[in-house]
Every structure is written in C-alpha cells, then in structure tokens.
C-alpha cells in the first residue's frame, strides 16, 4: 500500500498478557518511529528506528517494552505483561526526508 | 528543556479570521520544520514543511521560520470550521523527529 499500515487497528487484553503491534512503513522509508497517545494528551515518543538499528529508545516506559525492526521495513512492538496504564494509541510512523508519515494507529485497551 | 515547545494554549478565532500559531525549539542545527494537524480520534496528519528562513505558502496555509529567533509558527488564513483541530510542531534535532504538546484551535462559526 501507499500508506503506513498497523495492525490490529484495535486490541483488548487482559492485565497481564504479551501483545505484539505491527507496523508497515512506506516503503523505502529509513526511519521508523513509535509513539503513544492517551486521551487527550500529546504524543509520547517511544522508540526511533534508523533502518534496523534503534539510536534512541529512549522513551520506552519500562522494560516490559521491546521493539525490533527487521530488513528495514516492518517493525514489532511488544509489551509484555500487559498492565491497565499501557492503555493507549501506539501510533507509528516512516520518514525519508520530507516529514513523517503516520499509520491509523492501534488502540490498545487493558481490562 | 524540550527541544521543541508549543506554550499556547487552546485557540479560539472566528470563522474567517488568521489563526496564529507559535513553536520555538532548542537545537540551533535543526534544520527541518513540520506543522501537523490532528483531528479528535485521528492520526497526525503532515500539512507543512519548511527549512529555509523566510515565509512558505500553501493554500491558507502560511509557515514562517527564523532561525536567528528559532521559532516557527503557521498561519492559517480565512480560518473554517474544519480548520478545527490539534495543531503539532515538529523539528529534527539530532536527526529524531521531536514534536511539541501542540495546540488545540476551534474556529467558531
């Protein structure tokens, strides 16, 4: 596709439990971000993909959070042991040059 | 300090009038500007770019840089109801994206 592609679009997990979000950049885009967003609140940044190499990841939370690129094209977010404050909108985003683009996001909800 | 900050708060302009928005940021070797809007419920959507001094212009849309004073700001002309939204800042210090907390504008009709 054109765009940036996340998947599931929508998750709800219990407390407690791994979940794993996808993120398909444009293709052909060398930097791939990560965000959070709570209702209402401004964006979080999480982790910053430079090809497969992550030069800052200084914004994930706690360990509990991971995230890999592979052949600098789609990238897995994974939190594990799901807990109710990681509910949110993780947001992802590629860039080239000209600014960054960003996916639908995907709404994760933690009951 | 953020590298990027957006310090106004909620905007509110009637139909018609110029919306101004305002963003400085620390990084004197920023080169790079982007303005964004958001819509409730969505994502981030780019609207501008800017990297020289100086004034761009898009539609009703107007970006200013100044890299002297480093500030940005945008202008948004013959503001509509869809004009609308959460309005973010974004530079690339140390070549990662920074965005500022953004503000909110309602144009009243």
């Known amino acids: 596709g054109a765009g940036v592609s996340q998947s599931p679009s929508n998750k709800v997990t219990e407390k407690g439990k791994d979940v794993e979000l996808r993120c398909d950049p444009i293709?052909?885009?060398?930097?791939l971000y990560w965000y959070r967003q709570s209702l209402g609140q401004g964006l979080e940044f999480l982790i910053y993909?430079?090809?497969?190499?992550?030069?800052?990841k200084s914004g994930l939370p706690s360990d509990r959070f991971s995230a890999e690129r592979t052949g600098g094209s789609v990238s897995t977010l994974t939190i594990q042991r799901t807990q109710q404050e990681d509910s949110a909108v993780y947001l992802c985003?590629?860039?080239?040059?000209?600014?960054?683009?960003f996916g639908q996001g995907t709404r994760l909800t933690v009951v | 300090q953020k590298e990027v900050e957006q310090n106004s708060g909620p905007l509110s302009v009637p139909e018609g009038a110029i919306a101004s928005l305002n963003c400085t940021y620390s990084?004197?070797?920023?080169?790079?500007f982007f303005w964004y809007r958001q819509y409730s419920g969505k994502s981030p959507e780019l609207i501008m770019f800017?990297?020289?001094?100086g004034d761009k212009e898009d539609g009703r849309f107007t970006a200013q840089l100044n890299k002297a004073s480093q500030y940005v700001s945008l202008l948004i002309r013959d503001s509509q109801p869809s004009d609308s939204a959460t309005y973010l800042c974004?530079?690339?210090?140390?070549?990662?994206?920074?965005f500022g907390a953004g503000t909110t504008v309602t144009v009243r009709a």
């Open positions: 993909f430079q090809g497969n190499s992550a030069p800052d």
């Open positions: 990084d004197r070797g920023s080169q790079s």
């Open positions: 293709s052909g885009h060398t930097a």
């Open positions: 985003a590629s860039s080239l040059a000209e600014g960054a683009f």
């Open positions: 974004a530079g690339v210090p140390d070549y990662k994206l920074s």
């Open positions: 800017i990297y020289s001094n």
